[in-house]
């Protein structure tokens, strides 16, 4: 019994040592698999448009893993645009997703070409993914292109009223995008977040707020119905939103709330002028008692 009291603990420890150090040994070879994604050597890049070329969707699959782990590095991969565009018909929703992250990052540099698929942008917009939706969402407001504007109002009015949040918080940061190309299109864009706006959820809120900010600061009649709500869910935001929604409420309030100090100013001015009334009528009343 004493041995086994002696041993017991020193077992258990043993074997939690042991477990760490598969748990080690485990994340080492992930991390030596995923290295080869960050080869960059002449040849490893000529295969990829291969691979972007090829019809099985795990070699497209590939190649998008590559270009992105060099994009995370900083490396330039935009060369590689016209054959990543291609791939945005894919059916793999793990390539699509991947396409759309490369698309998003590079679509302002290839303006020209990222517009030649705008089409297929405009039927992902009706995916039944919501993460499809938004990626086509903001690709197509990254395509800063005046001719593509009409296009992306369409999109815009659609998805500022999807059932998710997702898409809706999309559409809300695309409009401050719409704005920069084509500043006639802000009567409209202020109905959008006059829509994004009235949403409760704190992501959607968050990012319609910072739309607010960059297309109509003055218009505080939008965010009357709302002030309430927004004061409620501060806490609820994160920390980019918490900062945005402060900025604005203390515009809304210095422009809207009456001040406090001029207030009190006013209050002493009507005290003392009644106390004068007061003062001058006692006097009258004294007057007329000696004659």
């Known amino acids: 019994v004493s041995t086994q009291s002696t041993w017991g603990p020193l077992n258990g420890l043993l074997r939690g040592i042991g477990r760490t150090q598969a748990l080690i040994n485990m994340n080492t070879l992930s ?4 290295a080869k994604y960050f080869d960059e050597s002449n040849a490893r890049l000529a295969e990829l448009r291969q691979l972007l070329d090829s019809k099985q969707s795990k070699d497209k699959l590939e190649a998008m893993k590559r270009l992105l782990a060099m994009m995370t590095i900083g490396r330039d991969v935009s060369h590689f645009f016209p054959d990543v565009v291609k791939n945005v018909v894919v059916e793999s ?3 699509k997703k991947l396409v759309y992250m490369y698309l998003i990052h590079y679509a302002e540099q290839n303006q020209e070409v990222a517009l030649l698929s705008i089409n297929t942008f405009q039927k992902d917009l009706a995916s039944y993914s919501q993460r499809v939706r938004a990626n086509a969402m903001k690709a ?3 395509i800063r292109i005046p001719v593509a504007i009409p296009l992306v109002m369409l999109a815009l009015k659609t998805a500022v009223k999807d059932t998710s949040s997702y898409v809706r918080r999309a559409a809300a940061a695309a409009i401050p995008k719409v704005i ?3 500043p006639d299109q802000k009567e409209e864009c202020t109905s959008f977040i006059s829509e994004l706006l009235s949403n409760t959820e704190p992501s959607v809120l968050g990012t319609a ?3 607010f ?3 109509c600061p003055e218009r505080f009649d939008l965010l009357h119905a709302h002030f309430r709500k927004i004061c409620h869910l501060l806490a609820d935001f994160d920390e980019w939103g918490q900062i945005v929604a402060l900025n604005m409420l ?3 309030g210095r422009t809207q709330f009456l001040s406090p100090f001029a207030s009190k100013t006013e209050d002493e001015t009507v005290k003392s002028e009644t106390n004068d009334k ?3 009528s006692n006097h009258v009343t004294v007057t007329d008692d000696k004659s």
């Open 213 to 215: 900010q960059e297309v």
């Open 250 to 252: 203390c515009r809304y």
């Open 31 to 34: 991390l030596l698999s995923d």
């Open 140 to 142: 197509m407001s990254s």
């Open 180 to 182: 920069s190309v084509d």
């Open 209 to 211: 707020m910072f739309a």
């Open 93 to 95: 929703q793990e390539v």
């Open 278 to 280: 007061n003062n001058t």
